[in-house]
């Protein structure tokens, strides 16, 4: 018998005051909105890097032209670009900039989340070692070397002056900051919070999964029958959070979240998905609702046999038939430590568009899903709207939104 | 334009905590040094081998883990708490940098002979990971970094937490030395871990409690005051230096000097005001 554990309080429901995306679909929300309507997988084979796997790849066009403004040069590297890319969307800067002169440049947090930031400059510099056997001198800069490159960067570019921190728990990272800043909001330590994340590709992700054999050598096929692994993404994602005092407005809430570890395997998970299901059970406690209220579920997915199984498994035990449970990851790939925000978008492009996404490249679904999983995109409100995201280490998190009227009848 | 000044915040007490340098090694040295009661070790020690992990792991473990484990363990233990029932916040500028290293050289060379391994030891927070695997706890646990910020921004999650949720947290701080190129441009040296549990109320085993605040107009970093605080400046977690060199002399002398201004951004900092705990505790440890 496994020791009861302490369960959460409601949280108040936080707004969504801006939000943006930019993955291999393209910059902004309305790229990927626009992909899971036609269920288009944005994957291409991999030729990233100088010796690429066979594999599929979520590449994001035009970094390699992307330039940072020059007071920003000293940050140069693939991920930042990314994040700088990311940033034009939906006019995204021009709502920070206005959250800043609403309540003062240290009144808001900057919460990125990033499993490698800009490692792939690290793995750059070492494949261009002088005769020392230094990094060169053109790419040298110690705040790019480091996992803080990505929350220094995005501080700096919008000139930001509140806590700011880069989570990096590998697949869960930018999902986990929505609970930190809940957290700062909460206790009044700050009056907004740009939360996100930004991950890019790089050798250490490609050939590590590849070590663990959890590369597909085919596009990604999330809970198929005969799914043969993941495809990996890059992408960048971005919100900003508010408390829930300015008034009635048509803004999409974070209603809860929920945190948990698996406590079994650095990168195994937990085979009767005991982690995952402790932080559904604490997101739904936040968000003070029942598993029967949830329309949609942005699941993990990743089209590893494994996860694929055991999410599978939480989620024909746990709801209705008619929730609408689908991953989205045969359109990003699995965009790794941003995969938190950029499903988290997902989510709430289904809120506010009424497009429940199905699975792309999914063709027979594996016998252990249940009538939630479905391959095939539909049209549908969706009042409250889950997104899962489970990392290495066991870590795991599951983010609850809904429609702000949605927040405000729970 | 400058928006209101905040007095949001809180309190917490420190029910556990653990030190470890290789000229340190465990709390009781390490605050008789920082209150000039004793000299560092002149022989570095051996890293820790904590208990936690089985023999093999013991040995393979990479140093980061091999150090928050250790201190981990050493605070929780002490803090009268179960393991499993505590989150954590692990915290490091740079994470384990000789896997960095190895990934990178392996990269550059062979890249399909990565070790699987190693890679998934590459993740922020594999510490975090083990710890949690190895003392069976689900409760939530994160993993952050924010440069030279880094020991203020974990801190600041843990106080966040801990008044948030009203629950004793776990925080782990700990840098490894820069290898390999990687040196090059890191600048971190030697060995640097701690653990500190963070709880809401004073119990009977409170050695030290903080009022905290968010101060948008730092004086700047404090600096570590004994020589033995000073000899580890190089570590990139030396951040934590000056709160734990304030643990080791309380009580305090209760003016403005016991007033840290722990750097959380370049013109902010987590303001912490030393607290009379409810009876003298403090000179027993």
Redesign the interface.
Known sequence: M??A??V?APIAPLRIAAYTVTSAAGVGKATLLAALRESRSALTPNDFGP?P?ATWIGRVAGLESTLLPRPLAAWDCRNDRLAWLGLQGDGFIDAVHAAR?R?????VAVVLGT?TSS?GA??D???A?DA????PADN????V????SL??FV?EALAL??????????CSSSA?VF??AE??L??????AALVGGVDTLC??VL???????LVSAEPCRPFDAERSGISIGEAAGFALLERDDAGDDAAPRLLGYG?????????TPHPDG??AE?ALDDALARAGIDAAAVDHINLHGTASAKNDEVEAALVARRFPATTHASSTKGVTGHTLGAAGIVEAAATLLAIEHGWKPGTVNTRVLDPVCGPQLRTAGVAGRVRVGLSNSF?????NCVLVFAAADAAARR | ????Q?P???AFFVDGIAFWAPTLPGWEHARAAFRGEAAPLEVAAQRPAPELLAAAERRRAPDTVALALEVAAAAVRESGCAA??L?SIFTS???DLAV?DY???T??SQ??L???TR????????A???W??A?????????????D??FG?GL??AA??C???A?PVLLVAFDVEATG??A????STGLLACALVVAPEASRRSIAAFDWT?A?DPVGAPAARSAAAQSLAGNAMSGALPLLEAIATMPSSGDDSDVLALP?????ALRLVPRALPRAKTTLR
């Open positions: 496994l020791p554990l302490p959460p010796t796997l002169e309540h003062g440049a240290a009144r499993s490692i690290t793995e510099a070492y494949r070692l020392d056997g230094a990094f040298r800069n110690p705040l070397h480091t996992p803080h929350g220094s501080r002056e509140g806590p700011c921190v880069t989570v990096s728990t590998a986990k609970a930190a957290r700062m909460r206790l009044g330590l700050v009056d050798g250490s050939f590590g999964f590849n070590a663990l054999q945190e948990s570890s698996d406590a079994h395997h650095m990168s005991l982690g402790r990392g290495f280490g066991g870590n | 334009m400058s928006g209101p905040s949001a915040g809180g499993d029932a989150p500028a740079h994470g960095n990934m990178c050289s990269l550059a890249p399909t990565i070790s699987p890679f998934h030891n590459s993740v922020h927070n594999a975090a990971g083990y949690t695997i003392t069976g706890c689900r409760e939530a646990s994160t993993a952050v970094s924010a440069f910020a880094s921004a600041l999650e966040s937490q008044s948030a949720d629950r190129a990687l090059s441009v890191t600048q968010l948008d959380l951004a370049p013109s902010l």
